[in-house]
């Protein structure tokens, strides 16, 4: 068995995974919902704002005042919260353009 130098590994061999950010947890919510709402012929975007729409909706606030950002370290509200998908991937959005300055 090949096992990676950060392998952790229990008293009995079994091998404990590590576990998942926020963030991927909450990819992981979303895509368990999108499998169940497609056997019941429901859109996934009635539960959730899809990824690539948050990006967008990110892009046309910061854009804007892209000069005017200092860091990517900005307070965001999400009032819905969901899984967290909004703000994770407008932290990330955030964090390219104040990068890219």
Not at 18 to 29: A, E, K, Q, R, S
Not at 70 to 84: H, V
Request: glycine share 10%.
């Amino acid at each position: 068995m090949n096992l990676s130098p950060n392998a952790i590994l229990y008293g009995d061999g079994s091998i404990k995974h590590p576990g998942l950010d926020n963030h991927g947890m909450g990819t992981v919510f979303e895509e368990l919902v999108r499998r169940f709402n497609e056997e019941n012929n429901e859109e996934a975007g009635e539960h959730w704002t899809p990824r690539d729409a948050v990006r967008l909706m990110a892009r046309l606030v910061f854009l804007p005042v892209a000069d005017q950002i200092q860091s990517g370290t900005y307070l965001m509200y999400d009032g819905a919260c969901g899984t967290g998908g909004m703000l994770t991937v407008a932290e990330e959005t955030l964090a390219e353009i104040a990068t890219q300055r």
